[in-house]
């Protein structure tokens, strides 16, 4: 038996391995750069005690909401407020929107308000949305991203729960679910707004 090496042997071994280091080092980057954006993103927004920024809403054309089609978020202190920030384009914002409107219905006799913006979306199809889920909770457009700038949200569907005394308690980056959002609603209720 020879004691020489094949060369062809060595450099089909060597370029797999190399594969395989640069497919993870991208995977260690993407993983690292995911997780700073996430606590990023969540330094930002998911602050217990800052305080909901107000804004204006103009109800979709014909919509009401006690004799008004305006409202402030700020008309709302003393009410917990689930305010969600949604698109007729986005997929996983059809996958809550039946749990939302069961919510409002079961919540609303007890005070809690909840409020839609639909992010960067056209009318017709946001209207088209409202429809067909059968919403029938507040909800305003935001074409030129006033009120989701002000949330600094990244994308949609996103939730902020606002408590009584006008303060974030928490945001749902994506979809709600049944658990997470009664659990939270009760908890804004059964607290005693400071006086």
Known sequence: MSDTVDPTAIETKQPARFRWSVVGAVVLVVAVIAFLAFGMKSAATDRPDDV?????????????????????????KGQPVVLN????????????????????????????????????????????YLEEYNITYPNAPDL??????KYDITGVPETF?????GKVVHVQ????NETMLTGLIDQMLAAEVQG
Do not use: H
């Open 52 to 76: 909901a920024p107000d804004f204006q809403m103009q109800f979709f054309n014909g919509y009401e909401w006690q004799d008004t089609s305006t409202a402030q978020l700020s008309d709302f």
């Open 85 to 128: 920030f949604w698109a007729s384009w986005c997929v996983e914002c059809k996958i809550e929107a039946d749990l939302l409107e069961e919510t409002w219905q079961a919540y609303r006799d007890d005070g809690v308000v909840f409020l839609g913006v639909a992010y960067i979306d056209v009318e017709p199809k946001s209207l088209e």
């Open 144 to 149: 030129r991203s006033t009120i989701s700038s």
């Open 161 to 165: 729960f606002i408590d009584k005394e």
């Open 173 to 176: 980056l994506g979809p709600v």
